[in-house]
C-alpha cells in the first residue's frame, strides 16, 4: 500500500467530507473507486462537477438506504388537503376539527387558498434558485459550519459530527424580527433581500394563523400557543438538492422530526418529501400554489402527544434538481414548553417535563438525524409506563 499523495490536502476538509474516503491507494483501484471530489470543493453543488458517481463519503450503508421501491404514492394514501378560503367565515368550526383530525393522524396537512399572493411564490422560488446559481466564489461568501450562526450556507445536515454526508446543500435564515437580520442576508442576488423579506412577511401571516386554529383544535384559547411560544421567531432554510446519479444510496436528508412548533413547506414541482405513515413511507407529490404544513415536536410536547410531530425525510433522484423553502415557527429560547394544563388530567398525565426551547434546539444539532426524536431526551417517567399501557 503506498501513501496517499492527496492526505495533506484531505487533512483540512471537514469530518463529513473525509469519512469513508480511502487514504491510500493501490494502482488496482483506478477502476472501481469512484473519483475523488476536488479537495478545494466544500458544497455538494461544487463537488459533483468534479467527480462521477456518488462519493463514497455520501453512500449509506445498506441498512439505512431509503428503499425507494417500497415507497407508496400520495395518490394512494394522501396527506389532507384543507381549503382555508373559510377558515374566518361560516365554516370556521368545520376546518378547525379537520386541521385538528389532520394534526392528530397524519401530522401533515396541506393547505390551498392560504392568503400568500402567487407572485410573491414565484419570486422567492426563482430568487431561491438564481442564489444556487451565482459563482462559487460568491456563494462560499456566506459559508459557515457554525451551526449558531443566524445567516450561513452550508451542506449536508451538520458537517461537524457527521459519518455520512446528506445530497444536499442549504442557506438558512433566520427572518423574525425581520430588521435584527435582514442585513446579514446575501447580497446577491439583488432582488434576494427585497424578495425574501416580502416572502417571510406573507408567510408569517398565515403561521399566526394556523397557530391560532391549532390552539383552538385543542380546546384551548386561541391565543394559547402564540403566548406559549412568547416572542418567537422565525428561521428558513432554502434547500439544494442535485441530480443524484445514484439516488437509491443516499439522501436528501434521513428521517426526523423537526424540534420547532410548526413548519411551513413550500417545495417546486419535483417530488421528494416522503411522510412516514402507519410505518410505511408515503411520497407527497407537490400542488401547485400549496403549502405543506407538519406538526413540530413543541405542538406534540404542548399538545401532551395528541398531536404527532412525524418523522419525514428528503430522497433526491438521478434526472432532475429539486428545491424546498420551509418557514419554521420557533418559540424565544426562553420560552417554557411543556404539556398544556388543560389537557393533563389522571386518565392523561403529563408526558413531558418542562424544558426551554434552547436546550431542545441544541440537542437537534448534535443528534444524529435517522428516527430520532428530539422530544425522547424530555418524556417523563410517566411517559415510559404510559406507552407501555397504551
Known sequence: MLYHPWLPVLLLLPN?????????????????????????????GDIITTTSGVPPNYIRPVSERPNLTQVQSSEDSSIPLIDLQDLDGPDHSKLIKQIG?????????????HGVPEIIIEKMLQVGKEFFTLPESERMKCYSADTSKT????????????????????????????????????????????DVAEYCTSVRGLTLKLLGAISESLGLKRDYIEMVLSNHGQHMAINYYPPCPEPELTYG?????????????????????????DGKWIAVHPIPNTFIIN????????????????????????????????????PSKEAVIGPASQLVDDEHPSLYKDFTYSELFGKFWTQKLGNES?????KTTTSNNYQNQR
Open 101 to 113: 383530525h389532520a394534526c392528530q393522524y397524519d401530522g401533515f396537512f396541506q393547505v390551498s387558498n
Open 253 to 277: 436528508l434521513p428521517g426526523h422530526t423537526d424540534p420547532n412548533a410548526i413548519t411551513v413547506l413550500l417545495q417546486d414541482d419535483v417530488p421528494g418529501l416522503q411522510v412516514l405513515k
Open 374 to 378: 428530539t422530544l425522547d431526551f424530555f
Open 295 to 330: 406538526i413540530g415536536d413543541q405542538i406534540q410536547a404542548i399538545s401532551n402527544d395528541k398531536y404527532k410531530s412525524v418523522l419525514h425525510r428528503a430522497v433526491v433522484n438521478c434526472d432532475k434538481e429539486r428545491f424546498s423553502i420551509p418557514i419554521f415557527c420557533c
Open 151 to 194: 445567516t450561513r450556507l452550508s451542506t449536508s445536515f451538520n458537517v461537524t459530527n457527521e459519518k455520512t454526508a446528506n445530497w444536499r446543500d442549504f442557506l438558512r435564515l433566520h427572518c423574525y424580527p425581520l430588521e435584527d437580520y435582514i442585513d446579514e442576508w446575501p447580497a446577491n442576488p439583488p432582488s434576494f433581500r427585497n
Open 16 to 44: 463529513s467530507l473525509l469519512n469513508n474516503f480511502s487514504v491510500f491507494y493501490h494502482p488496482s483501484m483506478a477502476s472501481s473507486t469512484p473519483a475523488l471530489p476536488s479537495p478545494s470543493k466544500v458544497l455538494l
